[in-house]
């Protein structure tokens, strides 16, 4: 109860309830007052006809004519309602239907509401009526028994006050059916919440299949969820991968120690055993360096030093840097870099996706012995971004693969010759992804088309 009390459906619940409630007196005091003054009015006009006509009375035939009046009406009052009364200086009664003077004080133009005394009859009712001063001096009231109007005026605060009560009463049933509705669905969501903060995540947030703000609350909640266990899986495996891929050339580094250590003490033996040992732990810190990349670019921290990166310089460099590499093996290297407008980005995270691209293609094309040794790498100006194309005619990644090989430490069976870790397209993914873009894999017939795509202008 403190709890729907407190909550904010509730509370709205309540302030709807409060002016509701406000309008609702408002209106009804109008039509109270409203009606009760017109049959007021009514009643006046009547008196007032009936005065005049008693005054025409008193001017043709003077006092005689006034009483006879008087006399004839009072007897025939009890079909008229009407009241009358003459009396003498003193208020004792002379003529009319009134056993009494009426104590109740008359306003300013002699109209006066009265507790009513007939002269035959006791009863508690009311009279409304004017009143005159005659010369004599004598006093006169003329009026009407307004009874029914009285019954009738209580008959209807009656039913306002009833009909307000029942309104007020439905209003607090309502809101409080609704602010309850409302607190049930909200507490789902808690409930779910609590379930998954204790551990379960496969818990999801129910839909009622309204399709209301709720249902599409919890949709998103659930998609939010989804999402989170995707990449906590994502997590895991990547995890599990680094751990494994790390563990073996650990091992083979100890190894190899181990095998210099208990083996015969020659330099010579020593020396291979050093150098092996070296080339081994720097296969291993360009693994960790690859990683610590992917992680930074997935980060997004570096977004922050983002600047102007021209990228027609940057292929060049990375093609300067590889094209011995690509002599070494026999392949041509073909560079198309025109001047293309900047891109906001992270040279360094840039120039390292670009070198890993490169790298495959002269990596898996010298290793296949390709027949077409050209490798090609241009950059385009694509219609909202620009484009970092490398092409080669090597193997090339079937199409079942191509999303696969996104994912880090995947290498495909054929590649397991080539020195690598399968760290560079996942990589270059992330760093696509950083700056907005996407790497796109694509079927160069034969071998292998890699687009990176790039947005020009602010990046995010
Ligand atoms: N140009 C290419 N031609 C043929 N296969 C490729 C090409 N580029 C990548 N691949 C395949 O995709 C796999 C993943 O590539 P990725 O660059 O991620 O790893 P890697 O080159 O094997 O290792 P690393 O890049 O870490 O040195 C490769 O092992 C290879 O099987
Ligand atoms: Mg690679």
């Not at 049933?173 to 602010?179: K, N, P, V």
């Not at 995540?201 to 129910?206: E, G, Y």
């Not at 703000?213 to 991968?241: H, P, W, Y």
């Not at 290793?367 to 970092?388: E, F, M, Y």
């Amino acid at each position: 109860m403190t709890r729907l009390l407190a909550s904010s459906t509730f509370r709205l619940a309540a302030l709807y309830l409060g002016l509701f409630s406000l309008s609702a007196a408002l209106l009804f005091g109008f039509i109270y007052l409203s009606t009760a003054g017109f049959a007021q009015h009514q009643t006046d006009e009547i008196i007032e006809t009936e005065i005049d006509a008693l005054a025409e009375q008193f001017n043709q035939q003077g006092m005689v004519g006034l009483v006879r009046a008087l006399d004839r009406r009072s007897a025939s009052a009890r079909a008229t309602r009407g009241l009358y009364l003459l009396t003498d200086a003193n208020f004792k009664p002379l003529v009319g239907n009134l056993s009494r003077w009426p104590d109740e004080e008359p306003d300013a133009d002699g109209w006066v509401t009265f507790a009513l005394q007939y002269a035959d009859e006791a009863s508690g009712d009311f009279g409304r009526a004017r009143i005159f001063r005659l010369r004599g001096p004598l006093h006169l009231l003329v009026g009407r028994d307004i009874r029914e109007q009285k019954a009738f005026e209580a008959l209807m605060l009656d039913s306002l006050i009833w009909g307000a009560a029942i309104t007020f009463a439905l209003a607090l049933a309502g809101g409080t059916l609704m602010s309850r509705a409302m607190l049930r669905r909200v507490d789902a969501i808690n409930d779910t919440s609590r379930e998954i903060i204790a551990g379960d995540f496969s818990r999801r947030v129910p839909v009622s299949g309204s399709g209301d703000e709720f249902d599409r609350l919890a949709g998103n909640l659930n998609a939010m969820l989804d999402q989170i266990e995707r990449l906590m899986a994502g997590m895991k495996q990547v995890t599990s991968n680094i751990a494994h891929d790390l563990r073996t050339p650990l091992n083979r580094l100890r190894g190899r120690l181990e095998q210099a250590l208990i083996g015969n003490p020659d330099p010579d033996a020593y020396r291979e055993a050093l150098a092996g040992s070296i080339e081994e732990a720097d296969n291993l810190l360009k693994t960790f360096a690859a990683l610590l990349n992917i992680a930074q670019a997935e980060a997004g921290a570096t977004r922050e030093r983002f600047a102007a990166v021209d990228l027609a310089a940057l292929i060049r460099d990375v093609a300067d840097l590889y094209d011995p590499l690509a002599e070494e093996r026999g392949l041509t290297l073909k560079v198309d870099a025109p001047a293309a407008s900047p891109v906001q980005g992270d040279r360094h995270l840039l120039f390292q996706a670009v070198a890993n691209l490169l790298d495959n293609a002269i990596k898996f094309t010298a290793a296949a012995n390709a027949p077409d040794k050209s490798i090609a790498i241009r950059l385009d100006q694509a219609s909202p971004g620009v484009d970092i194309v490398v092409q080669d005619h090597g193997p090339g990644i079937p199409l079942d693969q191509r999303t696969r090989v996104l994912d880090p430490f995947v290498r495909l069976e054929d590649s397991r010759s080539e020195p690598g870790n399968g760290l560079g397209l996942s990589l270059a993914a992330a760093v696509a992804q950083l700056h907005g873009g996407t790497l796109a894999l694509d079927d160069n017939r034969p071998g292998l088309r890699a687009t990176l795509s790039l947005p020009v202008g602010p990046a995010g």
